[in-house]
């Protein structure tokens, strides 16, 4: 039985209302939870690469945070960055920071729940604590 003109564009009008539901709903996850989290951590930074895809990149960060009581494993922390060309000063920054192999303190963000995120972590530098 073919569908007649008036069950094709209830059907076209519905799949549409679907898919701007579905973005509607996205689009409110991400203002919400980006931002969840601000703070610092303090540590040296041990790794900046860039890494993804051609259509996709972004820079992976690794800082390795030393407990403060004698004995303690370290951990590693992962993190991103918003901004990667070379002319960021935070990238840079970050850069000279590794090169020498000093603590730092940076500021983070953390952005939970982001269904289309290049990076696998959801912490983002955003600043250095001076």
Not at 16 to 38: D, N
Not at 39 to 50: H, P
Not at 96 to 101: H, L, R
Request: net charge positive.
């Amino acid at each position: 039985m073919p569908l007649t003109r008036k069950a094709k564009i209830r059907l076209v009008l519905g799949a549409f209302a679907v898919l701007v539901l579905f973005v509607g709903v996205e689009a409110m996850r991400v203002w919400w939870f980006r931002g969840y989290s601000r703070g610092t951590r303090t540590g040296v930074i041990r790794k900046l690469s860039l890494k993804g895809p051609p259509y996709c990149k972004y820079v992976s960060g690794e800082m390795a945070l030393q407990g403060t009581l004698p004995g303690q494993p370290i951990e590693i922390w992962e993190f991103s960055v918003d901004d990667d060309t070379e002319k960021n000063p935070l990238m840079k920054e970050m850069h000279e920071a590794e090169k020498s192999g000093s603590r730092i303190t940076v500021k983070y963000r953390q952005d939970l729940h982001s269904l289309f995120r290049c990076t696998p972590s959801e912490f983002f530098v955003v600043g250095f604590d001076k």
